[in-house]
């Protein structure tokens, strides 16, 4: 992650407070690196997509 980058992912991705309130990332303070929550559930995520590698938080957080 950018040691500079201060956003949770419910902000980069702009999510409303209904969206956060029903995210595990925001509810279980995963908002940095939402992909290391065991069992995260993607419904609702505006960057629903089978697998955390095609999220364009986890892309930004994770590129080279």
Do not use: I, Q, V
Not at 20 to 25: D, I, L, Q, T, V
Not at 41 to 53: E, I, L, Y
């Amino acid at each position: 992650m950018k040691k500079n980058d201060s956003k949770n992912c419910w902000e980069y991705m702009k999510c409303s407070k209904t969206m956060r309130g029903n995210c595990e990332a925001y509810t279980e303070g995963y908002g940095k690196e939402c992909w290391l929550l065991p069992k995260y559930n993607f419904k609702g995520c505006p960057a629903h997509t089978d697998s955390c590698f095609n999220c364009p938080w986890y892309k930004k957080n994770n590129s080279a």
